[in-house]
């Protein structure tokens, strides 16, 4: 699997650090996809699933973990990398894997859009939504999140991320 790349810069006046790290997004890892097939995978990845949901309507990051996001039913539109990002379409079967810090948000989405969310061992997750006051210290907390073990979908995130 080779997954599509983006990166995003820092925007200081929204308070939204985003991440030196690529955000990844695997297109159909799945079909069909489900929640527990999902599930199922991130856990023998060592990624531990923590919710079935949509996605937030209002632009949001975590600063003290990574997120991985696995589309099980439905599509949407996301804007990714803060209100300055940029649109993206995610379906049934991809999976969106988010570094610390990458601000996402639903633009539009179907009545039924439902992913799996779960994060690396040991990392909690927040959810903020950009203080340029805070952006300084969002910034440092988010160089401070560990590179995790293993990508969520056993595909190349290490070779993506180690060395940035």
């Known amino acids: 699997m080779s997954p599509e790349t983006q990166r995003f810069d820092g925007d200081q006046a929204s308070g939204t650090p985003n991440s030196a790290l690529p955000l990844l997004i695997y297109r159909q890892v799945m079909a069909p996809a489900s929640a527990e097939a999902f599930e199922a995978l ?12 949509g996605l937030y309507p209002f632009d949001h990051f ?17 804007r990714l990398g803060g209100p300055q990002g940029e649109r993206f379409t995610l379906a049934a079967g991809d999976v969106l894997i988010l570094p610390a810090g990458v601000a996402h948000a639903c633009v539009s989405a179907d009545d039924d859009f439902c992913m799996v969310g779960a994060y690396p061992p040991g990392q909690r997750w927040t959810v903020e939504r950009g203080d340029p006051a ?15 073990p293993a990508d969520p979908v056993g595909g190349g995130l290490l070779a993506h991320w180690q060395g940035v």
């Open 42 to 53: 991130f856990a023998r990845h060592g990624w531990v699933p923590e919710w079935r949901y």
């Open 62 to 78: 975590h600063s003290t973990a990574h997120e991985v996001l696995g589309v099980f039913r439905g599509q949407a539109v996301a």
């Open 134 to 148: 805070q952006f300084g210290a969002a910034c440092a907390r988010v160089a401070a999140v560990p590179l995790p």
